[in-house]
């Protein structure tokens, strides 16, 4: 069982930054990746961004490229995805995740179906 707890959401302006933080307890956090996705009103959740068990590996979807960055503690069960340059289509609320299944692969998944893991989401919100 792994609990992740999500914190760091609020209101912010375009152009400005945010830092999600997403606390893990339970079993072994530093052996699985960790991925962070969005749900905007309307609309189905979506992939943000991943990054592997040691931290080697990450992706993002294309419309955080260079913007987002998305690191780990491990020490700390930590997940953190720094938020820059922030348009008001970042709106939505965020969710950490969990894919427990592939313990230390470097791999990554998009699926949201392949996360087995979730918190309860904090809300970011962006003005223009």
């Known amino acids: 069982q792994v609990q992740l707890v999500e914190s760091g959401g609020g209101l912010v302006q375009a152009g400005g930054s945010l830092r999600l933080s997403c606390a893990a307890s339970?079993?072994?956090?530093?052996?699985?990746?960790m991925g962070w996705f969005r749900q905007a009103p309307g609309k189905e959740r979506a992939f943000v961004a991943a990054?592997?068990?040691?931290?080697?590996?990450?992706y993002y979807t294309d419309s955080v490229k260079g913007r987002f960055t998305i690191s780990r503690d491990n020490a700390k069960s930590t997940v953190y995805l720094q938020m820059n340059s922030l348009k008001p289509e970042d709106t939505a609320v965020y969710y950490c995740?969990?894919?427990?299944?592939?313990?230390?692969?470097?791999?990554?998944?998009?699926?949201?179906?392949?996360?087995?893991?979730w918190g309860q989401g904090t809300q970011v919100t962006v003005s223009s």
């Open positions: 995740a969990a894919e427990t299944r592939r313990p230390y692969t470097v791999a990554l998944t998009t699926t949201a179906a392949e996360y087995d893991y």
């Open positions: 990054i592997s068990w040691s931290g080697s590996n990450t």
């Open positions: 339970g079993r072994s956090f530093s052996r699985y990746s």
